[in-house]
């Protein structure tokens, strides 16, 4: 996920990714150990992220975002006002699991926009792992450039080859695995429904942490 020098691929900084996390609890009105029981991490895990003392893997960076009620890209980058907006491959966000896979975001963060195009590439037999609902109305889309993929949701699997695409609700459980002996390349699209237990508890909790 990052480099020896604690930097993410497109230069943020772990002491950053911290800050941008802790930024997005507060304006929720979340306290740290609210944020841990909602995700499902432990509170000193979270302690530690916003802190830039430890690197989250990449699912325990989406369990957290889901919490928020956001998405992994908003966490890493600041929304762009541009009109048009081109992202060079060197610009683009990149988040690698030890497990072996990684997350490339194509799409730029929109101010008032929860919206993630995503390119994934697992490694061969690589299970990424079971990843959190989102919030109600969520949905997503994903395709398949190479390999088989192994789509899990709410317990029912799914097996896609190169060239099949499928399309199910955010607010599922869902897993996505490598199921053969070569990479699996896919392509994620995500968008987020508006409410989420988050959301909810801004409006009536208080900040604490």
Same mark, same amino acid.
């Given at each position: 996920m990052v480099d020896g020098d604690g930097v993410l691929s497109g230069g943020l900084s772990m002491a950053a990714l911290g800050s941008r996390l802790r =930024?997005? *609890?507060?304006? *929720? /009105? &979340? =306290?740290l150990e609210r944020l841990a029981e909602l995700s499902g991490v432990s509170r000193s895990m979270v302690s530690d992220v916003e802190r830039g003392a430890k +690197?989250? +893997? @990449? !699912? @325990?960076l989406d369990r957290l975002a +889901? =919490? &928020?009620g956001t998405s992994i890209a908003r966490l890493l980058d600041e929304p762009d006002r541009d009109a048009v907006t081109v992202l060079p491959k060197a610009r683009q966000r990149v988040v690698r699991d030890p497990s072996g896979w990684e997350r490339r975001i194509l799409s730029p963060v929109l101010p008032g926009v929860e919206f993630e195009f995503m *390119? #994934? #590439? !697992?490694?061969?037999? @690589? %299970?990424a792992g079971e990843f959190s609902p989102h919030a109600s109305g969520s949905r997503e889309y994903v395709a398949v450039e $190479? /390999?088989?993929? *192994?789509l899990t949701i709410d317990g029912a699997v799914h097996r896609l080859d190169a060239g099949d695409s499928a399309y199910f609700p955010g607010d599922c459980r869902h897993g996505f695995a $490598? %199921?053969?002996?070569? %990479?699996c390349v896919y392509y994620l699209v995500m968008e987020l429904g508006a409410a989420t237990s988050a959301h909810r508890e801004a409006r009536t909790g208080a900040v604490r942490g």
């Open positions: =930024a997005q *609890r507060l304006a *929720r /009105g &979340l =306290a +690197t989250p +893997t @990449v !699912l @325990v +889901t =919490a &928020l *390119r #994934t #590439t !697992l490694g061969p037999g @690589v %299970d $190479s /390999g088989r993929l *192994r $490598s %199921d053969a002996a070569e %990479d």
